[in-house]
């Protein structure tokens, strides 16, 4: 899987799946913010990991999406999640919550914001 910062890459694709779609794997691009932006600093904590609540699973991020999360929360209209095989909505009605994998008592979705928000 790579990264662009270039919106215009002809490799990205958009949007949220169907949820009744067939599983597919990730996409071969995402967009992230430019390296100059990330390093501008976060306006959210650094995440890695989020939880989904339709299938219970985590899903581990590469750095720069993650960092692109954390420098502009609401940059992605939607996320991957590795066990579903769907990129799904995020933010307030969206289907993901951060978590940390590494602290079993940080993974409730009740103890954690909605990725996007």
Known sequence: MGVTADPNDPRLKRGPDPADS???????????????????GF?????LSYWHEKC??????GRAIAETYARDPHFY???????CGHHRPVG?????????????????PAQQSKVGT
């Open 56 to 61: 219970g699973k985590i899903t581990t991020m």
């Open 77 to 83: 209209g939607g996320t991957y999640c590795a066990h």
């Open 22 to 40: 067939a599983y597919r794997e990730q996409n071969d691009t995402y967009l992230v913010l430019s390296e100059d932006e990330r390093a501008k």
């Open 43 to 47: 306006v959210r904590p650094l995440r």
């Open 92 to 108: 307030e009605n969206g289907e993901f919550y951060w978590c940390d994998p590494d602290n079993p008592e940080r993974q409730a």
